[in-house]
């Protein structure tokens, strides 16, 4: 059975970065010494992000990492910060983008565009006598299968009639109600409208110093950067408890005091923790890059799952040290000690993850992969047997593969994976076979039909070395 992929983001992910900027933001924004007891932030709950006051919704916010300007990639997600804003009626929106969002044609800004959208789904359900085609009548009704307009209609109006859905959409789309009034792209530091990847990290740097500075404490390269993954931790520890606690009424939010508490600690002493975040970071930000090249990454089709995304948001999903134990399987070839080396990953591997393993989540269905939770694991089946056992990795074929087998059997940290795991998919282009229980320099004298199966208390004879197109093909 495939892994539970229903987290959709991290503290590590575009949008937590951008939640945690806006709020060190507003908290550079106030005076110093400021009250902010009553102020906080909450994640994934009416949108990405609200700010509350009070425990009064302030501010509502949408974020989206599209690789794409055009409007109809947003559509959607401006629907349901707009219908958000119908239903908290005293809230401001923002989306925030890494791209500029481009307008439809031929309009000039963002509100008169969204207005055309609402426009088309009065304009489709005015015609009498209504056959029940309309998006709004989909929406009202108890069918399944309904397109995604219709979906996010229905789950922000739910148990209105189509008549109430439309009466609603036009008082917005007339001004009546003010929703579109309240609702705006969210505006950076520098003016700009949009906030690409890597600026998102800078200007979470540029927040923690700028506080620092309004404190009257130093500031260093080596404390700002710290407290940075300290603070992505921090969100990213809150995702995960609320992912575990998502059947819970009580939303729990993040008070600014907190934030606070956390810039403010001294960061002197490295911790495996701190590295651990620090890993999880460089981590994510490897896949975004892959995902921010058009040649390597083509977004799904409408109603298409992608494979990456959903292998992303799982891994994500997993503690900081606990990602790390599983990435160390990823590198069979490479021996990272489990205490205190996690900062060799950073160097050996980053080709590695950006061209290679991620990849292999791209290309490879994410319905055949399976993570061994006790023993951090994550691996492709076909069966249950060891020889139908696929593990992803970093390995470029930048040797040749009888020296990656030596590598492989040689390295202390992955030794459990011999007995365990039957084909290794590498970026290479050779299949290759070679023997765990041999010398590391003989190759594994297979015969015609021999059985290459292992004991289950031994290591496989045969282990296989898979170039990824022919993985893919075969864990079809």
């Given at each position: 059975?495939?892994?539970?992929?229903?987290?959709?983001?991290?503290?590590?992910n575009?949008?937590?970065k951008?939640?945690?900027?806006?709020?060190?933001?507003?908290?550079?924004?106030?005076?110093?010494?400021?009250?902010?007891?009553?102020?906080?932030?909450?994640?994934?709950?009416?949108?990405?992000?609200?700010?509350l006051?009070?425990?009064?919704?302030?501010?509502?916010?949408?974020?989206?990492?599209y690789?794409?300007?055009?409007?109809?990639n947003?559509?959607?997600?401006?629907?349901?910060?707009?219908?958000?804003?119908?239903?908290?009626?005293?809230?401001?929106?923002?989306?925030?983008?890494?791209?500029?969002?481009?307008?439809?044609q031929?309009?000039?800004?963002?509100?008169?565009s969204?207005?055309?959208?609402?426009g088309?789904?009065?304009?489709?359900?005015?015609?009498?006598p209504?056959?029940g085609?309309?998006?709004?009548?989909?929406a009202?009704?108890?069918?399944s299968g309904?397109?995604?307009?219709a979906?996010?209609l229905?789950?922000?109006?739910?148990?209105?009639?189509?008549?109430?859905i439309y009466?609603?959409?036009?008082?917005i789309?007339?001004?009546?109600?003010?929703?579109?009034?309240?609702?705006?792209?969210?505006?950076?530091?520098?003016?700009?409208d949009f906030?690409?990847?890597?600026?998102i990290?800078?200007?979470?740097?540029?927040?923690?110093?700028?506080?620092?500075e309004?404190?009257?404490?130093?500031?260093?390269?080596?404390?700002?950067?710290?407290t940075?993954?300290?603070?992505?931790?921090?969100?990213?520890?809150?995702?995960?408890n609320?992912?575990?606690?998502k059947?819970?009424?009580?939303?729990?939010?993040?008070?600014?005091?907190?934030?606070?508490?956390?810039?403010?600690?001294?960061?002197?002493?490295?911790?495996?923790?701190?590295?651990?975040?620090?890993f999880?970071?460089?981590?994510?930000?490897?896949?975004?890059?892959?995902i921010?090249?058009?040649?390597?990454?083509?977004?799904?089709?409408?109603n298409?799952?992608?494979?990456?995304?959903?292998?992303?948001?799982y891994?994500?999903?997993?503690?900081a040290?606990?990602?790390?134990?599983?990435y160390?399987?990823f590198?069979?070839?490479?021996?990272?000690?489990?205490?205190?080396?996690?900062?060799?990953?950073?160097?050996?591997?980053?080709?590695g993850?950006?061209h290679?393993?991620?990849?292999?989540?791209?290309?490879i269905?994410?319905s055949?992969?399976?993570?061994?939770?006790e023993r951090?694991?994550?691996?492709?089946?076909?069966?249950?047997?060891p020889?139908?056992?696929?593990?992803?990795?970093?390995?470029?074929?930048?040797?040749?593969?009888?020296?990656?087998?030596?590598?492989i059997?040689?390295n202390?940290s992955?030794?459990?994976?011999?007995y365990?795991?039957g084909?290794i998919?590498?970026?290479?282009?050779?299949?290759?076979q070679f023997?765990?229980?041999l010398?590391?320099?003989?190759?594994?004298?297979?015969?015609?039909?021999?059985?290459?199966?292992?004991?289950q208390?031994?290591?496989?004879r045969?282990?296989?070395?898979?170039p990824?197109?022919?993985?893919?093909?075969s864990?079809?």
């Amino acid at each position: 059975m495939a892994f539970d992929a229903s987290p959709s983001w991290s503290g590590f992910n575009y949008q937590g970065k951008v939640a945690l900027y806006h709020a060190l933001r507003i908290i550079n924004t106030e005076p110093v010494g400021t009250n902010l007891s009553a102020r906080s932030l909450m994640l994934e709950n009416i949108e990405d992000f609200e700010i509350l006051n009070a425990g009064a919704y302030q501010s509502l916010h949408q974020v989206k990492a599209y690789n794409s300007t055009s409007y109809s990639n947003y559509s959607n997600a401006l629907l349901e910060i707009t219908l958000a804003l119908y239903k908290k009626n005293s809230s401001n929106g923002f989306i925030h983008t890494w791209k500029k969002i481009g307008f439809k044609q031929p309009f000039t800004n963002l509100i008169d565009s969204i207005k055309d959208d609402l426009g088309i789904l009065l304009s489709q359900y005015e015609p009498m006598p209504r056959n029940g085609n309309s998006l709004i009548e989909k929406a009202a009704s108890g069918i399944s299968g309904i397109p995604k307009t219709a979906s996010i209609l229905r789950e922000a109006l739910c148990n209105k009639t189509a008549d109430e859905i439309y009466s609603i959409i036009n008082s917005i789309y007339t001004g009546d109600n003010d929703s579109l009034a309240r609702l705006e792209t969210y505006r950076y530091d520098d003016e700009n409208d949009f906030c690409d990847l890597s600026s998102i990290n800078i200007k979470i740097r540029i927040e923690i110093e700028k506080f620092l500075e309004l404190q009257g404490r130093a500031t260093t390269v080596e404390q700002t950067e710290r407290t940075f993954h300290y603070l992505l931790g921090m969100i990213d520890e809150y995702v995960i408890n609320r992912h575990e606690q998502k059947k819970e009424d009580e939303k729990v939010s993040i008070p600014f005091v907190k934030i606070i508490e956390l810039v403010l600690e001294d960061r002197e002493k490295i911790s495996k923790r701190y590295l651990a975040f620090k890993f999880k970071d460089f981590f994510s930000s490897k896949i975004d890059e892959f995902i921010a090249n058009e040649d390597d990454y083509k977004a799904p089709a409408d109603n298409k799952v992608c494979n990456l995304i959903v292998t992303r948001n799982y891994l994500l999903s997993l503690t900081a040290m606990d990602l790390w134990s599983c990435y160390r399987s990823f590198s069979p070839q490479t021996y990272l000690e489990h205490a205190s080396n996690i900062d060799n990953a950073f160097n050996v591997e980053e080709q590695g993850i950006r061209h290679v393993l991620t990849k292999i989540f791209y290309l490879i269905d994410h319905s055949r992969s399976v993570h061994d939770i006790e023993r951090h694991k994550f691996t492709y089946k076909l069966s249950a047997a060891p020889e139908d056992n696929y593990l992803p990795t970093t390995i470029f074929d930048i040797t040749s593969p009888e020296r990656i087998a030596k590598q492989i059997i040689q390295n202390p940290s992955v030794n459990e994976l011999l007995y365990e795991v039957g084909n290794i998919i590498y970026q290479g282009a050779k299949f290759h076979q070679f023997s765990p229980v041999l010398s590391s320099n003989a190759e594994a004298p297979v015969e015609v039909g021999e059985d290459t199966r292992g004991k289950q208390n031994e290591a496989l004879r045969v282990i296989n070395l898979v170039p990824i197109l022919i993985a893919k093909d075969s864990l079809l």
